[in-house]
């Protein structure tokens, strides 16, 4: 939206603007490599980089005919699509070495067409399936548009069935390049678009560098960090729990880690959907925090008293070998409950509440312990 807005008030800008608009491609495309190294993402590094040879390949007139111009759009398109479908490596790890090999082989055979320009490609890239007329106002082929077509079905396909960040950051980029082919005679949209699509790639870099401190990844619960800044904002009262997986090294130790996760996983699951408006953490651990604004402990301790009856009920199957049946074992979580009246700090609160959880698991697990 800004840079449509940019586009019809550029007029009006100052001038100093206006000069540095044709540098901001660069700065952009900088920033976003820096950072794709820095995070250490293939993707990011693969769709910055498409932008930035489709604006500068149109921008300084080196595809001089329609058939390079197809050439160019189709492997990039290729690299998005391989990049936008594989799963994320890294930019410079030894299991990155696959998405790095197409790429190349990609780019390798791309160049290779650029420069021998066959006579059998150009009935390649207008089969005349459809109407020629459809496509006088642009230099890319059928073939190249069908291309298009296709990789957008299945990106969109991937990105509504995993909700895959690489997809839409894919699906970003091939809306970039079409643009970019689409606006090749008018620099100032062709470098708008440029900015556009730097500007939503950062944008999705920097959302998921907030996921990565903020969220837990295993549990995909808010993490420590997110409940320490959300004490540090409350006003007023507030309810907090924390809440212990009973005997969980053990569960860990007889039927491995990999379970364990599952359990952290479901235990996860059910904090989430607790009753009585809490909000549910990943404290650390096997332990997890509940924070309910604007209610005390006794308003609450029904609430917490439920889910602990609900993750009891509630059978955990596990099998340790192949050849084993499986069976169902009961988990069990134990809950220390304070809240923040007369307490100093955020600190102190937490403490109480450790305290608690401390009573609950001597009195014999399984239980809610309230402390003042």
């Known amino acids: 939206m800004g840079a449509v807005l940019v586009y019809f008030f550029f007029s009006k800008l100052p001038l100093p603007l206006q000069q540095a608009l044709p540098l901001l491609p660069y700065i952009l495309f900088t920033a976003v490599i820096l950072m794709a190294f820095y995070y250490n993402l293939s993707g990011l590094f693969y769709f910055s980089l498409a932008c930035f040879l489709a604006w500068?390949?149109?921008?300084?007139?080196?595809?001089?005919?329609?058939?390079?111009?197809?050439?160019?759009?189709?492997?990039?398109?290729?690299?998005?699509?391989?990049?936008?479908?594989?799963?994320?490596?890294?930019?410079?790890?030894?299991?990155?070495?696959?998405?790095?090999?197409?790429?190349?082989?990609?780019?390798?055979?791309s160049y290779g067409l650029w420069v021998r320009q066959p006579t059998w490609l150009a009935a390649w890239l207008h089969p005349h399936i459809l109407p020629s007329s459809w496509f006088e106002s642009t230099p890319l082929g059928q073939s190249t548009w069908l291309l298009l077509l296709f990789a957008f079905a299945v990106l969109i396909l991937i990105f509504t069935i995993q909700q895959k960040r690489q997809a839409f950051n894919a699906i970003v980029t091939l809306m970039v390049l079409a643009l970019s082919f689409h606006f090749k005679h008018n620099t100032l949209a062709l470098s708008l678009t440029a900015v556009a699509g730097f500007m939503t790639l950062l944008f999705s870099a920097l959302q998921k560098s907030w996921h990565l401190a903020y969220v837990d990844e295993l549990t995909?619960?808010?993490?420590?960090?997110?409940?320490?800044?959300?004490?540090?904002?409350?006003?007023?009262?507030?309810?907090?729990?924390?809440?212990?997986?009973?005997?969980?090294?053990?569960?860990?130790?007889?039927?491995?880690?990999?379970?364990?996760?599952?359990?952290?996983?479901?235990?996860?699951?059910?904090?989430?959907?607790?009753?009585?408006?809490?909000?549910?953490?990943?404290?650390?651990?096997?332990?997890?925090?509940?924070?309910?604004?604007?209610?005390?402990?006794?308003?609450i301790k029904t609430h917490l008293q439920a889910l602990i009856e609900n993750v009891a009920a509630t059978p955990f199957v596990v099998n340790r070998r192949k050849n084993q049946k499986p069976k169902g074992v009961q988990v069990t979580i134990?809950?220390?409950?304070?809240?923040?009246?007369?307490?100093?700090?955020?600190?102190?609160?937490?403490?109480?509440?450790?305290?608690?959880?401390?009573?609950?698991?001597?009195?014999?697990?399984?239980?809610?312990?309230?402390?003042a």
Not at 237 to 247: E, G, N, R
Not at 341 to 355: M, R
Not at 356 to 363: C, D, G, T, W
């Open 56 to 109: 500068v390949l149109l921008d300084h007139s080196l595809l001089l005919n329609a058939q390079a111009m197809n050439i160019a759009f189709i492997g990039i398109l290729l690299v998005v699509v391989l990049i936008g479908v594989l799963a994320e490596k890294g930019l410079m790890t030894y299991s990155a070495w696959l998405s790095h090999t197409l790429v190349g082989m990609v780019a390798a055979t």
């Open 334 to 371: 134990s809950i220390g409950l304070t809240d923040s009246i007369h307490k100093a700090n955020a600190q102190q609160t937490i403490k109480v509440a450790d305290e608690a959880l401390y009573q609950a698991k001597k009195k014999g697990r399984n239980r809610l312990q309230i402390k």
């Open 220 to 299: 995909a619960l808010p993490g420590r960090r997110a409940l320490e800044e959300r004490l540090q904002r409350s006003l007023g009262i507030y309810a907090l729990a924390m809440v212990d997986i009973d005997h969980f090294k053990k569960f860990n130790d007889n039927y491995g880690h990999d379970v364990g996760d599952d359990v952290l996983r479901m235990i996860a699951a059910k904090i989430g959907q607790v009753s009585g408006g809490g909000k549910a953490y990943r404290y650390g651990g096997e332990e997890f925090t509940v924070v309910f604004s604007n209610h005390s402990a006794d308003e």
